[in-house]
């Protein structure tokens, strides 16, 4: 009995210790540590918190500069997108920033000051933070002078109660000393291209307006497909991916040469109130991006809708006079991946053909007839459906239509299963005209003249012969 007391009284003393160090003893420790880590910096925030950043030089030029969502605007002395890409560096290396050394403190004499260059200061950045109340309070840095000694600058915090003066890197200034147009956002349709979702070019006006518009819209479908729909397109069809692309790039890439003006009520417009074209890249996430373009000799003047600033633009690529349907719509019609290929069926009048990938050994192709199989050579089955695949259409005659007005009989059906896909290719072949050879995918509900050539890839593939009939022969 006695032992057992023992053991409880130093049980619940090891209990009280412990207690007190995780709630007195540990608690100090780590107020401590992060006053003394809070006393190595000037300044110590969430650069996410940030919400303005005034920058003022000694010749007493102002910038303002406001975060709106991920992006940042400049609001003094003008109105204007900002270029993230020069403001983000401001907000990231001033929230956090360590002193190197302290040179002095209780430093009110104006001598003093004078002798560090804080009177007045070479720059000021004034930097207003939200707290967790999402209140906002302000923090003002004064940098003053280059050191004699090494690559480090003079500076003191407005608010410090020790008005001490401190060394920091000059590394910090590099990002603070630039001009209003350093700050300024030079590519007006910075957007990632992967991301986009939708693109809308509208010719000969704006998007809300209806009467001589014409309106070239590109879609991309779920899994990736991009679909168009153009003035001289009766319905959506399918796109050819890189030309796409191309244009997305051609358009993430215009540049500003020259910013021409920032007033609230320009007197001249340039052209701007009746654009030669409105441009809208929609990402996944919602987010728009919208241009307005007026086309004039030598020199091409944009705008953004919702802002006041006109700017000169250069364009690499000349997208607005090559925006044709032909160009951009997809030319392998059927264009599938040989490697997800389940089965190949050709259908004329009197024969039909099927090949199916073994579904054990997915590398070997089988002629199939009723019940039995014959092992194919998979090299020539896999070059065979990669021409078929990369076939292209020589022109694209009508869309959303009924086929069997052009195709009343067909002489071949081919129909490819593919992995992946809900319902199989399916292509029918009928007349042989001046161009070429008229035919539809079924699904599509579109026509097409075909190359010559297709037949001849499609007859290759009708007369492979199995493995056993082919070493026959060589013997």
Do not use: C
């Not at 076939?391 to 959303?400: G, H, I, L, Y």
């Not at 086929?403 to 399916?426: C, E, M, N, Q």
């Amino acid at each position: 009995m006695r032992v057992f007391r023992q053991t409880t009284i130093l049980l619940v003393a090891f209990l009280v210790i412990l207690g007190v160090y995780f709630l007195v003893i540990k608690p100090s420790e780590e107020k401590k540590k992060q006053k003394e880590e809070q006393e190595k910096k000037i300044i110590n925030v969430d650069s996410s918190k940030i919400s303005e950043i005034w920058i003022t030089k000694q010749n007493g030029e102002k910038i303002g500069l406001k975060r709106v969502n991920s992006k940042w605007d400049i609001i003094y002395p003008i109105w204007a997108e900002a270029d993230k890409f020069s403001v983000n560096p401001i907000a990231s290396r001033y929230s956090s920033v360590e002193i190197e050394r302290v040179i002095e403190k209780n430093v009110k004499d104006e001598e003093k000051l004078k002798e560090f260059g804080f009177t007045p200061p070479r720059f000021k950045i004034e930097l207003k933070v939200k707290d967790e109340k999402e209140e906002e309070k302000s923090i003002v840095i004064l940098i003053g002078e280059k050191s004699k000694v090494g690559y480090s600058i003079y500076a003191k915090r407005e608010d410090d109660p020790e008005n001490k003066i401190v060394l920091i890197s000059a590394s910090l200034e590099a990002v603070i000393d630039k001009n209003l147009q350093d700050f300024r956002e030079k590519k007006p349709m910075d957007f990632v291209v992967p991301d986009v979702k939708k693109l809308v070019i509208v010719k000969n006006g704006k998007q809300e307006e209806g009467a001589n518009k014409k309106e070239y819209i590109f879609e991309k479908r779920e899994g990736g497909d991009w679909y168009i729909k153009f003035p001289e397109n009766t319905t959506y069809v399918k796109a050819r991916e890189s030309q796409v692309r191309d244009l997305l790039y051609a358009i993430n890439g215009i540049k500003i040469t020259e910013f021409v003006s920032d007033s609230t009520q320009p007197q001249n417009l340039y052209g701007l109130e009746n654009p030669d074209l409105s441009i809208e890249a929609i990402m996944s996430d919602g987010e728009k991006y919208n241009l307005l373009l007026k086309i004039q000799p030598g020199k091409i003047y944009a705008k953004k809708p919702d802002r006041p600033n006109i700017f000169s633009v250069e364009i690499q690529k000349d997208f607005y006079n090559t925006l044709f349907a032909s160009l951009y719509r997809e030319r392998k019609i059927l264009g599938f991946y040989v490697w997800r290929v389940k089965e190949v069926s050709i259908e004329r009048e009197q024969k039909i053909t099927i090949i199916q990938r073994d579904p054990v050994n997915t590398d070997k192709f089988h002629l199939v007839s009723g019940n039995e199989k014959k092992e194919l050579d998979s090299s020539q089955v896999k070059d065979l459906l990669s021409q078929l695949s990369n076939v292209e259409v020589v022109d694209f005659v009508e869309d959303n239509t009924d086929i069997t007005k052009f195709v009343k009989a067909p002489k071949i059906r081919v129909r490819v299963d593919v992995d992946g896909r809900l319902t199989p290719y399916s292509l029918v072949l009928g007349d042989k005209t001046e161009k070429g050879i008229i035919g539809a995918e079924e699904s599509e509900k579109s026509v097409y003249i075909f190359p010559p050539g297709i037949t001849e890839i499609i007859s290759k593939i009708e007369n492979l012969k199995p493995k056993i009939e082919e070493n026959q022969e060589k013997k």
